[in-house]
């Protein structure tokens, strides 16, 4: 007790050192959290299937809503990746129309929604009929989507990516996403490279 006594200032300083390191630590990760529950977040899935006739549905889980800006098709073949625009593709092929979810994917989602793009089929035909290229010419590997939206209030884009790999079996052509998870382009620097996929795209 006499050794307490004289040292108390000591440990009083200690004990307010550690107090305040578990403060922050519960700070840091209720900011974690909070952080998490507002980053937006895009699904980007197949629906209906694995093969070819399998739908690609887009979802929105972001707490805010979004809107779609561009959306991005890309064939990997053994002669190279192809692309298109699908925002491009959608107001030569569908009749016109005073609405705008009519006659383009572009557009608001709000929390919870999903867009129905197409089959992978179709959008793999419209890929190479764009470019002028048919299916003997190629060999397919894998086809990627990429997604553009704003969210919220920002006015920096974030962007969403997923690969389906093809894979070729005695039963026909399957679908098989490379990833687990969608690839989420949220961050500062992951911002960045969502506007080069608009530039290189535009160019």
Same mark, same amino acid.
């Given at each position: 007790m006499e050794w307490l006594s004289s040292n108390s200032s000591a440990i009083s300083a200690v004990t307010s050192f550690f107090?305040?390191?578990?403060?922050?630590?519960?700070?840091?990760?209720?900011?974690?959290?909070? =952080? =998490?529950?507002?980053?937006?977040?895009?699904?980007?899935?197949?629906?209906?299937?694995?093969?070819?006739?399998?739908?690609?549905?887009?979802?929105?889980m972001s707490p805010e809503a979004i809107f779609i800006e561009h959306i991005f098709a890309i064939l990997h073949t053994d002669k190279g990746d192809y692309a298109i625009s699908m925002i491009d593709m959608e107001d030569a092929e569908k009749p016109k129309s005073s609405q705008l979810a009519e006659t383009t994917r572009q557009g608001p989602m709000m929390p919870g929604s999903f867009n129905d793009i197409g089959t992978f089929e179709d959008i793999i035909q419209?890929?190479?009929?764009?470019?002028?290229?048919?299916? +003997?010419?190629?060999?397919?590997?894998?086809?990627?989507?990429?997604?553009?939206?704003?969210?919220?209030?920002?006015?920096?884009?974030?962007?969403?990516? =997923?690969?389906?790999?093809?894979?070729?079996?005695?039963?026909?052509?399957?679908?098989?996403?490379?990833?687990? +998870?969608?690839?989420?382009?949220?961050?500062?620097? =992951?911002?960045?490279?969502?506007?080069?996929?608009?530039?290189?795209?535009?160019?």
């Open positions: 107090t305040l390191l578990v403060w922050l630590f519960y700070a840091q990760l209720l900011y974690l959290n909070f =952080r =998490r529950q507002r980053q937006p977040k895009i699904i980007i899935n197949r629906g209906g299937g694995k093969t070819l006739q399998a739908r690609c549905v887009v979802s929105n419209k890929v190479q009929t764009y470019h002028g290229i048919s299916a +003997d010419e190629i060999v397919l590997k894998a086809i990627e989507m990429r997604f553009v939206a704003v969210y919220g209030s920002e006015d920096a884009p974030v962007g969403a990516l =997923r690969t389906f790999e093809l894979v070729e079996s005695e039963k026909g052509h399957f679908l098989t996403p490379t990833t687990h +998870d969608t690839r989420r382009y949220a961050s500062h620097w =992951r911002r960045h490279k969502v506007r080069q996929w608009i530039r290189k795209m535009n160019d």
